[in-house]
């Protein structure tokens, strides 16, 4: 009987050990399972477009590592990565949810940067056609010749200009495109408002 016992014993230590063990393991692939779902957000452009998600992601990846790296510092018999695994499960999410929010505000972001550009060259082409206009005025005052030709030499340099926004669009870089595509948008008001008081001046 004692022998029996002792095999009992011997058998439940060996259980409680195994079970020790395999509790006491890093989360290994499930960190590594994270860090591919982080690596896919960025490259979906979480930083630029979802960066609320994104710093989200990174917070409970960072907490996830501060406590895996705290329980290795312990006891084996005292190690628990419960905790660790939930602060991944979070960081998963997060950035899961990140790279959706990326790829639909991207999508919207090209679509503003498209729309911009758009407006930007039809108010080139209205303005293009308001100055050739202001040209054909029966009345011109001397020195008009010159004021044209800086009018129309800054309108060139508007349209110009305007190719680095479809050149900005073409490389994805959406929000640059459309700060640009606004600001250029600004300009060529400011002429066209120029070339309006220059037609009713000369009753044209």
Known sequence: MSQVR????????????????GCAKPPVEQQNAVKASMDAAQQAGAQEYASDEWQSAQQAMSAAQAEIDAQAGKMALRRSYSKAKELLKQADDAASQAATAAATNKAKAKDDAQSALANLNQSIETLKSNLSALEDCPHKPKGFQQD???????????????????AAIDGESYKDALTKAQSLQAEVDALGTDVQNAKTKLGC
């Open 6 to 21: 002792k095999a009992v014993s011997a058998l439940a230590v060996l259980a409680v050990v195994g079970w020790i063990a």
């Open 148 to 166: 044209y030709q800086q009018l129309d030499g800054k309108l060139d340099g508007l349209n110009t200009e305007a190719g680095t926004v479809q």
